[in-house]
Structures are given as C-alpha cells and as structure tokens.
C-alpha cells in the first residue's frame, strides 16, 4: 500500500523519524458483551461492535470516543466500524499505536473506546455525530468492565470528549480540556490515573498552542508514562 499524504504528516506529529510502516494489525479483540443492544440507534447503523485490542494485562488503556466510520474495502487499516476492533482507522489507528510504540509501550497498551458502537451521523451514514450522554452512560459499564479486568496503571485518554467520559464515572467534570492536557488525574473509583492526550486526528493543529514542537509533546507523554508506571512498580 503506498503511503498517503497522512503518513509523512504523522510521524512528523507523532515525534519525528521517517519511517511509515504499520505497527501489527490487531488479529483479536475482547469482547464484553456480545450482541449488545442497548442503544438502539447504534445497533441500526452499526456494521459491528468494536471492542478492545492488546493484552489483557496492559500497563496502559489508550480511550477514545468512539469508532471510526472506517473504509471497508481498505488494504489494512479499515476503520472500527468494520473490523470490529478499536483504533484499527488509516489514520487515527496508525497513528495512536506509533506514538506508543515510540514512547516504549507499544506492547503494553490496551486500545478501547468509550462508546463501542459507530455513531452515524443520520443525515449522512458515512460520516460519525457525538455520542448522546444516554449512550455514553450505556457503554460506559463495558469499559469500567475492561478497566477492571486489565487493571491499568493509566488510562491515556485521547481528546476532550474520551476525557470527559472517563471523569464522569468519577461524578467530575473538567472546565478546560486544553489546560489539563498531560495533566495526570487520580481516578478513585477507577482505581487509575488518567492522562489526558490530543486526539491524534487533531494534534496537529493543537501542538503548538500547547507550546510544544511534535518530538518534544511525544517526549513529555513518554516521560509522564515513565513516572507513573514506575511509581506504581
């Protein structure tokens, strides 16, 4: 597959370095409830469930909203909404599975969003609208459900919307999302410190207003990792 203009854009975002293979697709998935019809606008549009990649054992859970139209007839990387496993998108996917491969937990991370289901946009099925607080509400025990299997020192939350999510099992809120970025938070309930991240689809744009050039944001999430799972050790 030839790289896409996306690729060269990603690793310069995702800290440097010129190579754009693709870390292993994900060839399982942990399913939590097959099946699920809780929400009955997610059942009618989704093409299935996507539910968790990585080990059961990850030192990380990497969080994000919710999965990716996808492209179904894709050579790899198709999208959550067809393949069943999350954070598997061209773009997105790649690009959140690199940064922790460089950071050093590219084999230590759980991938998982916080709604499972695709969220279609009614006017126009090919693309995603925000999950409503009933559907987060839904999904949310499947994921306190991997957080309490997996039993994860982080969870790295990528974007607003994933943060929020996460908090609001803890009954809190966050004022400014940018503001708390790398900004690690205890999660009683979880039992987790949560770190929130850019999402990779924006990172690009928000980078610099954090006063961070690409390499140096990878370095910090790499060296907030480090503190946290040592101290944990």
Known sequence: MSPSPHDH?????????TSTSDPDFPTTRNVVESGCERCPA?????????????????????????????VPDADRWRGGNWTGKAYTSRHSGRRIRR????????????????VKCFPADPEDPTTNREPTDD??????????TELET??????????????????????REIDGFLEAVLEPLWC?????WLVPILHPSYQDVWIGRLGYEPA??????????????????
């Open 99 to 114: 940064l922790l491969e460089r950071v050093g937990y590219g084999t230590e991370a759980y991938y998982t969003n916080a």
């Open 216 to 233: 140096a944001y990878r370095e910090a999430i790499g060296e907030t990792l480090d503190e946290l799972v040592s101290e944990a050790a």
């Open 42 to 70: 997610l059942t009618e549009r989704r093409e299935c469930i996507s539910w968790g990649t990585g080990p059961l054992d990850a030192t990380i859970v990497v969080v994000g909203e919710a999965p990716g139209a996808g």
């Open 9 to 17: 854009e990603s690793n310069a975002a995702d800290g440097g370095g």
């Open 150 to 171: 997996i039993e994860p020192t982080v969870v790295l939350a990528t974007g607003k919307h994933a943060t929020k999510t996460i908090l609001a099992a803890e009954d």
């Open 135 to 144: 559907e987060r509400t839904n999904c949310r025990t499947h994921l306190r």
């Open 188 to 192: 009683e309930r979880l039992d987790v």
